[in-house]
């Protein structure tokens, strides 16, 4: 496939749209344009079937395999409020004090800036630097505070994927605790004096080492997930800091992939999803 651009005349979502213009495809193969990121509109990857268009929009269909060379991280979602990558494991969501520049703050910034020279992004949650995932950013301060203020009522899920070592004695439960964090920023269960943490679990796959877990927050503490599956004597695979005896990846095995939340603004349903890591399934065969 050539690549195309299309100008939009009337407001609608996205993919009746393609439908529309894109003749002789099935309504799955336009799908797959879109999970692959063959699919800008204005020049931003948009990967939700139901993303609103707007008149005088220009939305493009790239050839496979091609790569949007402003992003340094996969665009999962872009419009005039939001920006929402899928960062990468090892990567700070913000700056330290011993990291100022390599942050998913830094890049995204820097990749708005290259469309827009005064642009800028906001922090409105954080992923701990070695979980990879979905992570949602603001371009202007109305919009950081709406999401902000709002959090724990505009999030219905934070849906996580974590590759752990051995077998959970549940296929699946519930952990809730209260949660502490030592002086060396270790964070543990306690009877008391702690903040209260709840974790839901299921099984997906196992293996003779290892099970892949779809794990829920109702609570955002530091490491709350590492944490629980630790003490549950399933540690993530990787996590050398809550007991880990391997690292079969590389990497931290845990994966933020799905975020649904409410926009504060239209009151819309908004799904956001990061694609299972490579690796993650072959653990488990």
Same mark, same amino acid.
């Given at each position: 496939m050539q690549e195309k651009t299309y100008s939009v005349t009337q407001a609608g979502p996205l993919l009746p749209f393609l439908l529309e213009q894109v003749k002789g495809q099935s309504r799955n193969n336009i799908k797959?344009?879109?999970?692959?990121?063959?699919? !800008?509109?204005? @020049?931003?990857?948009?990967?939700? *079937?139901?993303?609103?268009?707007?008149?005088g929009q220009r939305v493009t269909i790239r050839p496979q395999g091609s790569r949007d060379r402003k992003a340094p991280f996969p665009i999962l979602y872009e419009d005039r409020r939001i920006l929402v990558i899928e960062k990468p494991a090892g990567l700070l969501s913000m700056a330290n004090d011993r990291e100022k520049v390599r942050t998913a703050y830094h890049m995204a910034t820097d990749?708005?800036?290259?469309? !827009?020279?005064? @642009?800028?992004?906001?922090?409105? *949650?954080r992923l701990d630097r070695d979980t990879s995932g979905v992570l949602l950013f603001a371009k202007d301060e109305e919009t950081k505070r709406a999401y902000q203020d709002n959090w724990d009522t505009l999030v219905t899920r934070r849906g996580y994927l974590a590759a752990v070592e051995g077998h959970p004695p549940k296929e699946s439960d519930t952990i809730r605790t209260l949660l502490r964090e030592?002086?060396?920023h270790k964070v543990y269960s306690v009877r008391s004096g702690g903040k209260e943490a709840i974790t839901h679990y299921t099984t997906?796959?196992?293996g003779k080492d290892y099970t892949l877990l779809e794990v829920d927050i109702d609570t955002g503490r530091k490491n709350?997930?590492?944490?629980?599956?630790?003490?549950?004597?399933?540690?993530?695979?990787?996590?050398?800091?809550?007991?880990?005896?391997?690292?079969p990846l590389g990497r931290l095995c845990l994966h933020a992939h799905e975020l649904i939340l409410t926009d504060p603004f239209t009151g819309e349903?908004?799904?956001?999803?990061?694609?299972?890591?490579?690796?993650?399934?072959g653990l488990t065969r």
């Amino acid at each position: 496939m050539q690549e195309k651009t299309y100008s939009v005349t009337q407001a609608g979502p996205l993919l009746p749209f393609l439908l529309e213009q894109v003749k002789g495809q099935s309504r799955n193969n336009i799908k797959g344009l879109l999970t692959r990121g063959q699919v !800008q509109v204005d @020049g931003a990857t948009v990967t939700r *079937h139901d993303h609103p268009l707007e008149p005088g929009q220009r939305v493009t269909i790239r050839p496979q395999g091609s790569r949007d060379r402003k992003a340094p991280f996969p665009i999962l979602y872009e419009d005039r409020r939001i920006l929402v990558i899928e960062k990468p494991a090892g990567l700070l969501s913000m700056a330290n004090d011993r990291e100022k520049v390599r942050t998913a703050y830094h890049m995204a910034t820097d990749y708005v800036r290259r469309t !827009q020279p005064k @642009g800028r992004v906001f922090i409105v *949650h954080r992923l701990d630097r070695d979980t990879s995932g979905v992570l949602l950013f603001a371009k202007d301060e109305e919009t950081k505070r709406a999401y902000q203020d709002n959090w724990d009522t505009l999030v219905t899920r934070r849906g996580y994927l974590a590759a752990v070592e051995g077998h959970p004695p549940k296929e699946s439960d519930t952990i809730r605790t209260l949660l502490r964090e030592n002086a060396a920023h270790k964070v543990y269960s306690v009877r008391s004096g702690g903040k209260e943490a709840i974790t839901h679990y299921t099984t997906l796959s196992s293996g003779k080492d290892y099970t892949l877990l779809e794990v829920d927050i109702d609570t955002g503490r530091k490491n709350q997930i590492r944490a629980h599956l630790s003490e549950l004597g399933c540690p993530v695979a990787g996590d050398r800091d809550y007991g880990a005896a391997t690292d079969p990846l590389g990497r931290l095995c845990l994966h933020a992939h799905e975020l649904i939340l409410t926009d504060p603004f239209t009151g819309e349903k908004r799904v956001f999803r990061a694609e299972v890591p490579k690796g993650f399934r072959g653990l488990t065969r």
